[in-house]
């Protein structure tokens, strides 16, 4: 499987909007699960048209293994039919007046391939998708989630050397895009194609990607394993836009302020050589707190708090609390030994404590 190359990719639509996508740079490796992720309006789906060619680029170029698809200098435009890729679209297009195993075949008698050849790979893909049973109906008689197994069938039968998703699971209830979810992951699995997979969803992003890349307003904030995105974002971008609840972020300018005071003072002291923290980020998950300040880590961040609230959210709790005067929230897999009103230490471990300087970007090593 070849390698997906942009390199200072650029596009705008024109009409004195800003551009759609800048200065991307970007490797899709062999076999890999990326998922474009960001909030609507990013590019993301801009950014999987060029790779299909459904685009043209506004500068830069594509490269698909050894092969320039895409060249605004060398003046090369490979057309998407001769990329060897295969699409699937939030909508995806059953032929309605073809049964579900006429559809899954489409492709292959597009191509041309042999009959024996055809019947075998449609039998494999049908069965891997558990739609043989429906093989003799009509689009119309199966549901949402079945017709999009069906496009996905349609698209694994040819074999693709890519698949480019672009929020294919959209149109399911919250129970089909979970065994979706987990159907695409075995399927990656079993065909380790490369995939390139469009979602606005971070869970979604979370659980399918083997690497992330961030994007907004056009931009690449990060690329990264899951871990990598969640554990070290690159940014304050990054760090709000992944994790539910938020991230608690504190802003370290105002000294007056007690909270932000004493987290400067902490960070000096052990780490004199980070300078210029201008916020501070800790996950919910990160934040502890106990009513026995003996069970603070040693050298952990720690600040007297008050327990404002404890939210059930249905197996977790979110815990509210207040620390000089701010508002931290921390989740819990447990329910919580304390109640609204209590005084309790609240802390964080060091490697917990994500900084920020002026401009965002993450400053810690
Ligand atoms: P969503 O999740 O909402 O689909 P996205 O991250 O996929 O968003 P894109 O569809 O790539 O974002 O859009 C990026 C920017 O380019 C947006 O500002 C959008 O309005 C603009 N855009 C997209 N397609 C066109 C077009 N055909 N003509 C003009 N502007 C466009």
Redesign the pocket.
């Known amino acids: 499987m070849p390698t997906i190359n942009l390199r200072n990719v650029e596009?705008s639509?024109?009409?004195g909007?800003?551009n759609?996508?800048s200065d991307l740079d970007l490797e899709i490796g062999d076999g890999e699960f990326m998922c474009l992720l960001?909030?609507?309006?990013?590019?993301?789906?801009?950014?999987?048209?060029m790779i299909a060619g459904l685009e043209h680029l506004s500068d830069g170029e594509i490269q698909v293994g050894e092969r320039k698809v895409d060249s605004v200098n060398a003046g090369i435009f490979v057309p998407p039919e001769k990329r060897e890729m295969g699409l699937v679209f939030q909508s995806y297009a059953l032929w309605p007046h073809l049964t579900i195993e006429r559809n899954t075949d489409f492709g292959l008698r597009l191509r041309k391939v042999p009959k024996a050849e055809r019947e075998e790979r449609v039998e494999k893909v049908m069965r891997t998708l558990g739609i043989e049973q429906y093989r003799d109906r009509y689009p119309s008689q199966l549901s949402g989630g079945q017709q999009q197994r069906v496009a996905l069938a349609r698209m694994l039968a040819v074999n693709p050397e890519v698949l480019l998703l672009?929020?294919p699971l959209s149109n399911l209830d919250a129970r089909l895009r979970l065994e979706m979810r987990a159907e695409l992951k075995r399927l990656h699995n079993e065909f380790k194609t490369t995939i390139v997979f469009?979602t606005?969803d971070q869970w979604e992003a979370m659980t399918l990607a083997t690497t992330i890349a961030v994007?907004s307003e056009?931009r690449l904030q990060q690329v990264g394993s899951p871990n990598d995105i969640y554990d070290r974002p690159a940014n304050r971008f990054v760090a709000e836009f992944v994790g539910s609840p938020p991230i608690n972020i504190l802003e370290l300018g105002d000294q007056a302020d007690g909270l932000a005071a004493a987290a400067s003072r902490y960070l000096s002291e052990r780490y004199p050589s980070l300078s210029q923290v201008s916020s501070l980020g800790v996950r919910p998950e990160a934040v502890r707190f106990t009513s026995d300040a003996s069970e603070v880590k040693e050298g952990s961040f720690a600040v007297p708090a008050e327990v404002a609230g404890v939210l059930p959210t249905g197996g977790s709790w979110i815990i509210e609390l207040v620390a000089h005067g701010h508002k931290l929230f921390a989740v819990s897999h447990e329910l919580p030994e304390v109640e609204a009103g209590q005084s309790v230490t609240v802390w964080a471990k060091p490697k917990a404590l994500h900084a920020f300087d002026a401009s965002g970007r993450r400053s810690q090593a």
């Not at 960001?38 to 789906?45: H, L, Q, V, Y």
């Open positions: 596009k639509y024109g009409g909007a800003a759609a996508v960001g909030p609507s309006g990013c590019g993301k789906t801009t950014t999987l048209r672009d929020e469009v606005h994007m056009g």
